[in-house]
């Protein structure tokens, strides 16, 4: 039978675990530059792993050991927030400003360490450490389950399991200090059950990098050949079937186009249909789906974007289109578009009655004199039919 491992040990082979896994997520970012957060899931096990040498270097050191447990416990702390960060980065694969207010969290708590005396008690500074570090631990878990609703990847439920494991764990190192006599080897156990959590969530967010790069792949089967977007086949695969309040969908339609194509002839409208698809594929969010539709017309869902910000997306793509100069057997061109937006209440709650709207507002769109925006809002349409009159392409 194999001796047990005393604390030591276990607390060296936990802060090794932080490295290796560090080193796993440094080594993916390398190979797989599009996906966003490896970086800062690196930066933050390395943080938490230096935590453990300062508090260690500390213990070493008599006189003033708490200066030295106070900046490992700032640094830890800091290491689980980007943690977060880059959990919340690599999940959603885009950036907000506003997540980086989570680094002023461990300030807050190393102050209130400070400003309560406690900075000199190492079962106080762990408990507060532990606790902390498992509340942020418990978010990134529930963001990863979370965005399975706009991303939906097999691997995301082990990952945001292995998360939450790591969490229960962290949260019962805090136990197993605050009650020794009770739990008296709960800590240790802890500590070397949450080894093998670090190496699980690096395996997992390897896997959801695999998933993502894979499900990229499938999705150029289904491109347009004509203009190099998302074909309808592979915007529908991608749709979800139920819709959160504050999902849009964008119907677009390129003004006149058959009087380009009259005028001009087919050549020309086909080079300025690929123009103006490139023009707005590229300007979409990275969890946005976007496809030509049919004919002149294509279509854009955002998931989680919000009637403000999904409107004044739409305007842009207007303006960025309407300046484009096309030159046709020496003339030139201006394409317009006309577009309709629906935007997820909750009277919404599929995809394919969304759509409908942003439908039905896009005809209103073309029935107002086309070159302009409508955002679907159900008093405006009473009688469908009279929108849809009198507009033919």
């Not at 690096?202 to 993502?212: N, Y």
């Not at 003339?331 to 969304?354: H, N, P, R, W, Y």
Request: aromatic share 8%.
């Amino acid at each position: 039978m194999l001796p047990e491992l005393d604390l030591p040990t276990v607390l060296i082979l936990h802060k090794l675990s932080f490295v290796v896994a560090g080193l796993c997520f440094i080594y993916v970012r390398s190979q797989s530059r599009e996906s966003v957060g490896l970086g800062l899931l690196a930066v933050g096990f390395f943080l938490v792993a230096l935590a453990s040498i300062l508090v260690g270097a500390g213990s070493l050191l008599q006189a003033r050991a708490y200066v030295f447990a106070m900046a490992g416990m700032l640094a830890g702390l800091v290491g689980y927030a980007v943690f977060w960060l880059g959990m919340c980065r690599i999940s959603r694969q885009r950036k907000r400003n506003r997540e980086w207010l989570v680094l002023a969290l461990p300030v807050v708590i190393c102050l209130l360490i400070i400003a309560a005396g406690l900075y000199d008690l190492p079962h106080s500074r762990t408990i507060a450490f532990q606790t902390t570090a498992a509340a942020l631990l418990f978010a990134s878990a529930l963001t990863v389950r979370a965005d399975n609703l706009t991303e939906p990847l097999p691997v995301r439920k082990p990952l945001a399991m292995s998360i939450l494991i790591a969490a229960v764990l962290t949260l019962l190192v805090a136990v197993g200090i605050a009650f020794p006599l009770k739990a008296m080897n709960i800590a240790r156990n802890a500590f070397f059950a949450s080894i093998i959590c670090h190496f699980a969530i690096a395996f997992f967010v390897m896997a959801l990098v695999k998933e993502r790069t894979e499900e990229r792949l499938r999705g150029l089967v289904g491109l347009d050949v004509l203009t190099g977007v998302p074909n309808r086949h592979s915007f529908r695969s991608r749709l979800p079937e139920t819709i959160r309040y504050g999902d849009a969908i964008v119907m677009i339609d390129i003004d006149h186009f058959k009087r380009i194509n009259d005028t001009f002839g087919h050549l020309a409208g086909d080079e300025i249909l690929a123009r103006v698809a490139r023009e707005l594929f590229t300007r979409i969010r990275p969890l946005d789906s976007f496809a030509r539709f049919g004919g002149e017309e294509f279509i854009l869902y955002q998931p989680d974007i919000g009637k403000e910000e999904a409107l004044a997306f739409a305007d842009s793509l207007q303006k960025v289109v309407s300046s484009i100069a096309h030159v046709m057997d020496d003339q030139t061109v201006t394409a317009t578009l006309s577009m309709g937006i629906a935007v997820g209440d909750e009277k919404t709650s599929t995809a394919m009655s969304l759509l409908k709207k942003a439908d039905m507002a896009l005809y209103a769109s073309k029935a107002a004199g086309r070159n302009r925006l409508t955002l679907y809002r159900a008093e405006d349409f009473v009688n469908e039919q009279f929108m849809r009159r009198n507009n033919d392409t």
